[in-house]
């Protein structure tokens, strides 16, 4: 098949779930297009699942669920998660009504139509952008620069992907036995990066936690592909940079963010 034949990756999943009759399993959907688009990016496929499925509690993580809405758009509200790892078509008769939300800290979720809700999460728009400017930000928690980070991964690094389990669990806070992982990427080449956030806390602190993930993901997801860890810090202090300085498969990189006001008109445009 010549490559501009080739469907897009949701068309694909599209096509695997409607062959598999429409109740079926990710790694069923995933065998299937690589058995039919050999060459397809294995990461690429199991984002695409997350993304559209309509109760997985990690969609909001990607571009095209980054602001508020009911899940009421064909092309990314087709799949529902009845349980980890199995797929079926969302029918909103059967499965409910569901939603992207907002809530009151500014986070985002999934709901389910009819849920209680506080006024915020329901508020229609796009969250609040960091954009060039005047005025240097820093995140004051973590889970804030997680979630800016899991929406805008390949600023980390060009290619790099959230990483997806054969069980459709995404790479944000990704669980294992010894812990949460800040963030576990997929890069252009299919080798893992852990991603640590440092936001107050010691270097000693955040390389110990990169190193003790980076060890766990070789033993048991890594099988033949290289895994290195990024750190990502607002500052690298002195310390930082003599804690991994002998480390070759772990980088640090600073952020910058900056905030740019504009003046609103009036309601007579003025």
Known sequence: M?????????????????????????????????????????????CTIVICTVNHDSRMHYPENGKPRMANDERYDFLFRPERGRLVWYDPAKHGVWRIVQHEDGSLGVAREGHKVAAAEVEEGVPEAVGAGDAAVGFQAEDQLRDYLALNVDSIEDGLQLYVDEYGNAGVEYATPIGQIDLLGEDAQGDLVVVELKVGRGPDTAVGQLLRYMGWIKRHLAEDRSVRGIIVAQHASEQLKYAVADLPSVTVKEYELTVTLHEVPGVDGS
């Open 2 to 46: 010549a490559a501009h034949e080739r469907p897009t990756v949701r068309e694909m999943v599209r096509e695997a779930v409607q062959a598999l009759g429409g109740d079926t399993t990710n790694v069923a959907v995933r065998d299937w297009i690589l058995r039919k688009y050999p060459g397809t990016n294995r990461s690429t496929i199991g």
